[in-house]
């Protein structure tokens, strides 16, 4: 899981790609870079470790020159998260020269390196997926080009290629030095693009009959920049803006369906974004509605005294689960900001470590009530495990402790740090042992299907959603018990 964002302006794009970046920093905290490019084609880049207001200055920003450029925020899936190496943007100097940022997991990663050593003749420096994935455009694209001008015709067959040759997620953004952006998504739509534009305007404010152009993985980034929503960039479909701003597309792919990742509507995304046609915050809500009536089904008559969230993802469903049980609602815990999302923190213990710096217990809250915890959902448990802990230090009487998801119990391979099935909570244990494991008195999960009915029921277009890490079914269909035990045993714990 990574955020990404490209830009076409009319003028300098490096501020507007900066506070897009500053959206998306919820999407990753371990590093972040800015590529742009002139019309000449020359290209400037700047990428280090850590969030977005930690890693650039002000003399970083104003050596970002150009009207067309992308910007990366990371959280590592492949690869070292305390590697700068392996920060995005990559670059590679031929054909023309190309510069990508990329969101989602490749899994044919062992087969492409191979490919590209021994077939392709390129050399890869990191263990990074992007890094293959930015090789494998650039030799598709050498492969391709016919005569002196590079032509849309052209990028799109590479991407075609592209798409015949890689697995996984992917969502990608690419500048094509003294061209224009490259935006493509994987045949499946796992990972999100969304793209937009508004009128160009000039110094004056007056409108100068173009228009400007920006892909993100979140539709927030378009409505905070004052662009106009266009669509969702369809699986395997590629997206290229020449740098006049003009809009050519096309579909590369031979198959394609849309089966977006469920977890973006759990946990990912922010909610006040709209991923394929569907309200993250709406989904949230439905997804509350669907598990109060589990919850009742499941836990004792008079077990509940009041419902509280795990802020903040967790409140919509919450707030519904109140709602629709007739159970006061109640905030617990209070927040502090300041401290990362413990999810994509690397390492379990800095993980657990960071739990109580995070949250603080309100034992007014808590004294003498049994107290209902709602999550929005529960992977490796050591969060949970330390807030229920918290529940019961600051005075409840029990703590029955509820997940909007399902139980996670497969690895998820598509772009989200969950890969070693020992790791998961879930993985091979009852709800029971769940719920001895953490130290609640009970444990209620959202069943499958109503997770599933939740999200689906925001948009007609969207028929099937990629819930690997709940069911185990992985719909690119190549993901076999081998890969999952090489990703188990090459993965930084």
């Known amino acids: 899981m990574c955020g990404i964002v490209g830009v076409v302006g009319q003028a300098g794009v490096n501020q507007e790609i900066y506070d897009s970046l500053l959206l998306l920093q919820h999407r990753g905290q371990d590093s972040t870079g800015i590529a742009t490019a002139e019309r000449n084609g020359v290209f ?34 492949k690869g070292t998260a305390s590697s700068e190496e392996e920060a995005q943007p990559f670059y590679v100097n031929a054909p023309y020269g190309i510069v990508l940022v990329h969101n989602g997991n490749l899994t044919n990663t062992r087969e492409l390196t191979e490919e590209l050593f021994r077939t392709d003749r390129r ?59 490259l935006a493509f998504r994987d045949p499946f739509g796992i990972r999100p693009l969304i793209l937009g534009t508004r009128p160009a305007v000039d110094a004056e404010g007056a409108p100068t009959g173009s228009y400007e152009w920006i892909v993100a993985s979140e539709s927030l980034v378009l409505e905070n920049g004052g662009f106009e929503v266009v669509r969702d960039v369809e699986p395997g479909e590629a997206v290229f803006i020449d740098l006049d701003g003009r ?13 977006p990742c469920s977890f973006e509507y759990v946990y990912l995304a922010r909610p ?105 959902s529960i992977v490796r448990g050591t969060t949970s495990k330390e807030i229920i802990q918290m529940a019961r230090d600051a005075g409840a009487l029990s703590v029955t402790f509820a997940s909007a998801a399902p139980p996670v119990r497969y690895p998820h391979v598509y772009g989200i740090n969950m890969p070693s099935r020992h790791e998961l909570v879930a993985h091979g244990r009852t709800i029971p042992e769940i719920a001895k494991e953490l130290g609640a008195d009970y444990m209620v999960y959202q069943e499958i299907d109503d997770l599933k009915a939740a999200i689906l029921e925001g948009s007609p277009d969207v028929e099937d959603l990629d819930m690997s890490c709940f069911d185990g079914r992985y719909i690119t269909g190549t993901v076999t018990d081998e890969y999952l035990a090489w990703v188990e045993g090459t993965q930084e714990s």
Do not use: W
């Open 44 to 77: 400037h880049l700047f990428k280090a470790k850590g969030q977005v207001r930690e890693a650039f200055r002000t003399r970083d920003m104003r050596a970002l020159l150009g009207n067309i450029g992308l910007g990366h925020v990371r959280y590592a899936t």
């Open 123 to 181: 050399h890869l420096n990191t263990s990074s997926d992007t890094e293959l994935l930015v090789n494998v455009l650039a030799n598709e694209l050498q492969a391709g080009i016919a005569g002196l001008e590079l032509d849309p015709q052209q990028i799109f067959q590479a991407v075609s290629r592209v798409h015949e040759r890689v697995e996984g997620s992917y969502a990608a953004i690419a500048l094509i030095a003294g061209y224009g952006l």
């Open 247 to 259: 809009l050519h597309t096309q579909q590369c792919a031979s198959n394609p369906q849309l089966v």
């Open 272 to 376: 006040d974004s709209v991923m394929n046609g569907i309200s993250v915050y709406e989904a949230r809500l439905r997804m509350g509605e669907r598990l109060a009536d589990t919850i009742a089904k499941y836990t004792p008559g008079g077990a509940i005294d009041v419902v509280m969230p795990i802020p903040d993802s967790s409140r919509p469903a919450a707030m519904q689960v109140a709602r629709k049980l007739g159970i006061e609602y109640r905030e617990g815990f209070y927040k502090n900001r300041y401290v990362g999302r413990t999810f994509i923190m690397p390492g379990q213990a800095v993980r657990k470590k960071s739990v109580r710096q995070k949250l603080n217990a309100m034992s007014s809250e808590f004294k003498g009530k049994n107290v209902l915890l709602i999550d929005d």
